[in-house]
């Protein structure tokens, strides 16, 4: 039977008069929030989970635990814990018991492989010139760095990080067992017959132990592999070592976490010196799930364990952006999604779909093996700037705090783009150590589809999964020459051996990216053979600065361009009473050591609070201290320096320096500054502004002479940093100029920096300040009064900036337009809507709502700027948004639909809600004031307030805004008038009219008072949103009526609708607010309204899918039984379609029963010949 026949179950789309059934009490705090989500869709389904438990506790035996509904499928050693399979309730229960820590979901995990192309490999290996031998006593960054040397032919990763130096010494990890935790390894390839000692298959839909993936095997080839078939040109870094087959993902790429953990258990008590993990992507939100500890445990044990830093780079630059658009000629037009321009949609989509949203209970390890063949899917090659991703992309068990985390770099030193950076969550520096992982050449299984084979033996690839068994493999050499050498000592030799690799700017890459640097194994070695005791500290260094985040909506954490291939994460400066705060080391050890201190010596001494070590380490110990930096308010500018001094009594074991820049003052003396420099290589020069509340703006311009390139950074108070636009500037014969002008800015001290791009010379610059700041007083017009009053206002203004040229005053009311459209997209099509945006546009908002409660298709919303390139997205099945645009460029904005996930064969609608902030002329105020405010002058403002004889509204808010060419100032007006207003619930009813005890309505008054003298409309409209307690919207409140006296309006809400769209109570009105029928806002009530009741207790449909099959195939037919809740008897027809991976139809069925009230199971038949 062909894969398709085998995926039915999961391929299958039914359609019933009916939806799944959704219920779920709210997770407790112990149930991760992954596991939560899971358990609130209800159902009697059994669950995989992982069970943590505390410090030496245990619970129950297998039998009385299945009593409760847990299934035990390992009970693990290496960690307090244990892993099976749990209903709902079960979990609830276990969550309540004082012997349980947490409970995870047992998730899945993928193969650290890149997912970008490999470099091209010659067809005819004999072709390929053979890779020259490097000079004897060249350097590792002469010999393997070196551009010529690296066009010759391929350079191996044993020549990049010199361990065949330590070949000719007799060093090849023989006598050293390492653990392969993958796929499996190949045993009668030619360069690992002989050498896998012991292997175990943790899967139980896989019999053999064999490498049916080619993913395990090419892992085993790196550490260990003789190079016996290609004359020892592709031969591992640990030739001699022996290994340990632990497969825990199958030839499909699906695997679990409980089975790696076990495996990881299983290869520890095995024997095993080194565990090679090349695998993770559990994002489940903290520093130590279950993983993360079995992996530490492990490394506490004695036993070195490598890890992959994972391929979710935090920092692309805006260039790895997709620059094509899915094309789209209309709101109403579909693009085919296999057109080659709709494809950085879809790569959005996935990457947003990853593990950051959460697997079902069902979902497996999927691996991902993409390096290079044109096969390969090509989806998530790119990393939009929208869905830049926060702290923490270390993933579980990269983050961990003992194990060596592995980045990749490639053969000339340059960090590969796909690396996985830090700093890890709770502010630790990852990863420890980069090796080799581009381009790599390996052993693999004959007659695979996956790899990208050079020859019938090997292939190549990328990733941090390839990176990370060059590191095992160095593991294995240490530990053979080293004398009792500890899993600590072998991260210190390899984080004190390594060596600093530069960007293509020639600057040092950040720790985040690279750790300590490239391994280097003749450096560790000889480290190993000149000292007793080793000990190793990640960082190695502490540069002081802040860090550098994009500003708010346009994503976070991507870092400042500075023209270099990698992004930087920090401006390395701080202004006076800055702080650089909570910096995590981690000190390691081989050997025990007694009275231990670590102190800041130097200059910036008295700046540092340092976290005590223990005065006591026991060898292989790993201990994390914190330390900030405080900068003094009377600190000087300039460059400082210092250490953290580690010592014992006996001996000073190690110093980790330590740099701060302080940066200059900028004064503003009439509302300008100025400053001139000069700046040669990769120079920064530093300043500070200091901002007060309620500035208006500041423009920095930047302007310099010669062919080098100079950046202008500004860096706020709230590290979110602007980039000077060029555009602003000009090329012409008076040189270069880059401008950054920042409207509303935070109050503090703001950076600016000015840094050259590897300039060939000196080059000079100049630094112009043009700083607007109006104060009046008093600052704000708030006022009480009724319909038709007047009042007047004097406000003393005073300019603390630049001279004001041409002022003009007036009122200005906010201002919102609304406009609707639907549409529909298939499956992975695109639909789109553009949208103007003018220079009074304040931002723009857009909601996608659609009518799908089961929630079975996959949407992505996507707001596209002027340029083409997303600014923000959210992916997910129901409703979505709502995407705000803060401030818009002026152009045509667009917003997108991308049909990540569509079932049916009639698409998915939906309907867009688009909003548009503006400001309107506000008629009530008229103003007069001075025409021109020099520098440091003052002025009276007198605004005068008339409100109009009949109004509705309860209060109106607005603004004075006082213009002066391209410069604006606002001074707020609040008035509130006495009018209609809301009283919020007053009458809460619900409704079984049938007896069955479930409610078909519930019925909400809110209360209306019209005071006696307001002059108010007689039709109104009432808005509002009635949500579950998870804030999901169940149902619009829209209703229409007169009133000519206070009272009580009643809107109803049917049960069924209210069962279908809510998830949890209590039940919630948000949003409500009161208009009169021409739209104009009157009130808007802002308690918070609560409906004590949950949706399961209103009336279900008819009838709902339970989300339960049974598979009935025969040898003629395939046969899935489908099963189904009555509630009403009568008669229904069911109809399903199957389709393929692909989303192509197969076949469809369709059945007429007749149902009775309870459960049943209807069958629909498919012909096997369609899947054959």
């Known amino acids: ?286 520093t130590n799930p279950p993983i993360t500890t079995a992996a530490d445990n492990a490394a506490a044990a004695g036993v070195v364990v490598c890890v992959a830093a994972g391929n979710r780079n935090s920092s692309e630059n805006q260039a790895t952006v997709a620059k094509s658009v899915a094309r789209s000629s209309s709101a109403s037009d579909h693009v085919d999604s296999e057109n080659a321009e709709g494809s950085y949609l879809e790569s959005l989509a996935q990457l947003m779909s990853g593990r950051e949203h959460g697997e079902t209970e069902d979902d497996a390890v999927r691996v991902m093996q993409q390096g290079g063949s044109e096969q390969q899917d090509v989806l998530l090659l790119l990393v939009p700037v929208v869905v830049a991703l926060p702290p923490g992309l270390i993933d579980s068990p990269g983050d ?239 460059l400082y320096n210092g ?60 302007s310099w002479q010669g062919q080098d390139n100079l950046d202008l950074f500004l860096l706020s108070p709230t590290s979110e940093y602007y980039a000077g636009d060029p555009s602003n500037g000009s090329e012409e014969s008076d040189g270069h100029r880059e401008s950054g002008r920042i409207q509303s800015p935070t109050s503090g001290r703001w950076l600016v920096a000015v840094h050259s791009e590897n300039a060939s010379e000196e080059v000079g610059y100049r630094l112009d300040i043009e700083y607007f700041m109006l104060e009046s007083e008093p600052r704000r017009w708030n006022l009480e009064t009724g319909a038709g009053a007047s009042a007047q206002a004097q406000f003393a203004l005073h300019n603390v900036g630049k001279s004001l040229e041409n002022i003009s005053y007036s009122g200005v009311i906010d201002s919102s337009t609304s406009e609707e459209r639907e549409g529909s997209v298939q499956h992975k099509e695109t639909w789109e809507w553009a949208v103007n945006a003018s220079n009074s546009t304040n931002k723009l908002s857009a909601t996608l709502l659609t009518d799908d409660k089961t929630n079975s298709s996959e949407l992505a919303l996507v707001m596209e700027n002027p340029e083409g390139q997303p600014y923000d997205a959210l992916l997910g099945a129901g409703d979505l948004g709502p995407l705000e645009v803060s401030s818009p460029e002026s152009g045509t904005w667009k917003v997108k639909v991308f049909g990540n996930d569509v079932r049916g064969d009639e698409g998915q609608g939906f309907r867009i809600l688009l909003k548009s902030y503006g400001q309107d002329p506000w008629s009530w105020i008229d103003t007069d004031g001075p025409a021109r405010l020099e520098s440091n002058q003052s002025g009276i403002l007198t605004a005068n307030l008339t409100i109009p004889e009949r109004i509705a509204q309860a209060r109106r808010d607005g603004y004075i805004k006082i213009s002066s060419e391209s410069h604006s100032f606002e001074i707020p007006v609040s008035v509130t008038i006495s009018g209609t207003r809301l009283e919020g619930l007053s009458e809460e009813n619900v409704t079984d009219r049938d007896g069955d005890g479930l409610f078909d309505l519930l019925t909400l008054g809110f209360g209306i008072n019209i005071s006696e003298d307001a002059a108010d409309p007689l039709q109104y409209s009432l808005k509002g949103v009635l949500t579950d307690c998870n804030g999901s919207r169940i149902e619009e409140l829209d209703k229409r009526f007169s009133l000519d006296q206070s009272g009580i309006v009643s809107v109803d809400i049917r049960g069924t609708d209210i069962w279908r769209s809510g998830e949890c109570g209590p039940l919630a009105v948000e949003n409500l607010i009161l208009y009169d029928l021409a739209g104009t806002y009157i009130d808007r009530f802002e308690e918070e309204i609560e409906i004590d009741h949950d949706p399961d207790e209103f009336q279900p449909p008819a009838a709902y899918l339970t989300g339960e099959y049974v598979n009935r195939t025969d040898g003629e037919y395939i046969i899935i039984g489908v099963n189904l809740t009555v509630v009403k008897p009568g008669r229904y027809e069911l109809k399903g379609t199957i389709v393929n991976d692909y989303k192509e139809e197969l076949d469809s069925e369709s059945e007429e029963v007749n149902l009775q009230a309870g459960n049943a199971t209807v069958e629909l038949g498919f012909d096997s010949e369609e899947f054959v």
């Open 643 to 702: 250490s953290i001094d580690i010592s014992t009594e006996e001996e000073r074991l190690m110093e980790i320096p330590i740099s701060v820049n302080v940066a200059a003052p900028l004064s503003v003396n009439g509302g300008v500054a100025n400053r001139t420099g000069l700046l040669s290589g990769n120079g920064w020069d530093y300043y500070y502004l200091e901002t007060s509340s309620g500035s208006a703006e500041f423009q920095a311009t930047l």
């Open 400 to 638: 961990g705090v003992k194990v060596v985390t592995v980045g990749a770099a490639d053969s000339s030193g340059r960090m590969a783009g796909f690396s996985g950076s830090g700093p890890t969550r709770d502010d630790r520096v990852k990863p420890d150590v980069v090796a080799p992982g581009v381009d790599i050449i390996s052993t693999v299984p004959s007659g695979l589809k996956r790899p990208v084979y050079v020859d019938d033996y090997y292939a190549r690839e990328s990733g941090t999964s390839l990176s990370t068994p060059v590191a095992a493999g160095m593991a294995a050499l240490l530990l053979q020459s080293g004398d009792n050498l500890t899993a600590a000592g072998v991260k210190a030799a390899m984080t004190r051996g390594a060596q600093k690799l530069r960007s293509s700017q020639g600057e040092i890459y950040e720790e985040y990216y690279q750790g300590t640097g490239m391994l280097d194994a003749l450096a560790s070695y000889e480290l190993l053979q000149n000292g007793s005791n080793i000990c190793g500290v990640v960082p190695d260094v502490w540069n002081a600065g802040r860090w550098a985040y994009l500003p708010a909506g346009k994503g976070v954490y991507v870092g400042l361009d500075t023209g270099a291939d990698r992004p930087q994460k920090k401006m390395y400066a701080l202004a006076p009473g800055d702080e650089d705060w909570n910096l995590r080391f981690v000190f390691f050890s081989d050997k025990d050591l007694e009275g231990v201190k670590n102190q800041v010596q130097g200059e910036v001494s008295g700046w540092v609070s340092i976290q005590a070590l223990p005065t006591s380490i026991q060898a292989n110990d790993q201990k994390v201290f914190s330390a900030s930096i405080a900068v003094p308010e009377d600190a000087g500018p300039g």
């Open 1 to 286: 039977m062909s894969r398709d026949a085998l995926i039915l179950i999961y391929g299958i789309l039914l359609l019933l008069i009916l939806i799944p059934f959704s219920s779920a009490e709210e997770g407790q705090e112990k149930i991760d929030s992954s596991l939560a989500e899971v358990v609130e869709r209800g159902g009697s389904e059994e669950i995989p989970v992982i069970v943590m438990l505390r410090s030496d506790e245990d619970l129950a035996s297998d039998s009385m635990l299945a009593d409760k509904g847990i299934s035990v499928k390992y009970r693990y050693q290496i960690i307090p814990g244990l892993a099976g399979e749990a209903t709902g309730q079960a979990i609830d229960g276990l969550a309540k018991d004082e012997r349980v820590s947490g409970i995870y979901l047992d998730r899945s995990t993928m193969i650290f492989q890149s997912d970008s192309p490999a470099s091209a490999v010659q067809e005819n290996e004999t072709d390929r010139a053979n890779s020259s031998s490097p000079p004897e006593n060249s350097t590792l960054q002469e010999q393997a760095f070196d551009s010529e040397l690296s066009l010759e032919g391929y350079i191996s990763p044993a020549q990049v990080i010199r361990a065949d130096r330590l070949w000719e010494k007799g060093i090849d990890g023989r006598g050293i067992t390492v653990a392969v935790i993958d796929s499996g390894i190949d045993k009668n390839h030619p360069d690992l017959v002989g050498k896998v000692v012991a292997e175990k298959n943790f899967l139980s839909d896989e019999i053999t132990a064999d490498d049916l993936l080619g993913h395990g095997t090419m892992v085993a080839g790196i550490i260990a592999g003789s190079g016996a078939a290609s004359g020892g040109e592709y031969r591992g870094i640990a030739p001699g070592a022996d290994l340990i087959s632990v497969k825990v993902i199958d030839g499909q790429g699906d695997g679990k976490v409980s089975d790696i953990i076990a495996g990881m258990e299983w290869a520890v008590y095995s024997g095993a010196d080194v565990l090679s993990l090349s695998l993770g992507g559990i994002n489940l939100g903290e």
